[in-house]
């Protein structure tokens, strides 16, 4: 059985943990709205050939630490996703005798498109502005890694909901009422507690949910100040979206 996480207020959209029988639907969802994404098109993943299809690589692996949240029309239909990965600090991976990141070993071996890599520099770069760790005295965190909503269901208040949905779980998992959903051989980061959140905003949209949420702005950068792929990331992004912020917010 799913793990529900409770409804919308219309009751029109339940929320549910990622289970295994849904993880292509969700990476449907996933495919589609990242065609929306501010760093993905800053970046230039869809000029660079196989690079859409080598980031789903890098959601495959997100979704093993069992904690990505689904939302589910009443049609059955997965219609936005939130991919969420747990952390441990260094003190407390060394206690679990976890010596080495297996999310950065897995994307240094396994993800060779130059947009690809690029995008996961570039949120690498902002998350190393603040050590998030170390501003909150805490062991365990949990990033809100991508957030994609299917175009239909947009401007319906799905994003924020399910990123609220987001910290339920954070919290769950902290307080252990809640249990990861094991999706592969094994859960990752099985036995980390989150007690604190954070996530790459970066377009004005996701910028208004974490404020909605009382996320904390930590860090901004201007995506005129980053060239990649030989082009200012402003220039393939457009005036809308200008910005990207590193957001966190205790649980």
Request: proline share 1%; hydrophobic share 40%.
């Amino acid at each position: 059985m799913p793990v529900c996480l409770g409804t919308d207020r219309s009751g029109a959209i339940e929320f549910r943990m990622l289970s295994k029988d849904r993880i292509e639907d969700a990476l449907i969802v996933q495919q589609h709205s990242m065609r929306q994404e501010c760093i993905a098109i800053g970046t230039g993943m869809y000029e660079d050939p196989g690079a859409a299809e080598e980031m789903q690589l890098v959601f495959r692996e997100v979704i093993k630490d069992g904690c990505t949240v689904i939302a589910v029309d009443q049609s059955d239909r997965v219609v936005a996703v939130a991919f969420n990965k747990l952390h441990a600090s260094i003190k407390c991976a060394m206690s679990l005798q976890q010596e080495e990141d297996s999310f950065a070993f897995f994307v240094e071996n396994n993800i060779k498109h130059r947009s690809c890599r690029d995008l996961i520099e570039f949120i690498d770069g902002i998350e190393s502005q603040v050590d998030v760790f170390e501003k909150y005295n805490a062991r365990g965190v949990m990033e809100i890694f991508y957030i994609g909503t299917d175009s239909k269901c947009q401007e319906r208040g799905i994003g924020w909901q399910i990123t609220e949905k987001s910290l339920e779980v954070a919290r769950g998992l902290r307080t252990r009422k809640l249990k990861q959903i094991c999706i592969a051989d094994k859960i990752v980061n099985e036995h980390v507690r989150p007690e604190v959140a954070f996530a790459v905003a970066a377009s004005t949209f996701s910028q208004r949910i974490m404020e909605k949420l009382n996320f904390e702005t930590l860090a901004e950068v201007r995506y005129e100040d980053y060239v990649r792929g030989g082009k200012k990331m402003s220039d393939r992004i457009g005036n809308v979206h200008k910005t990207a912020r590193l957001t966190a917010r205790k649980l």
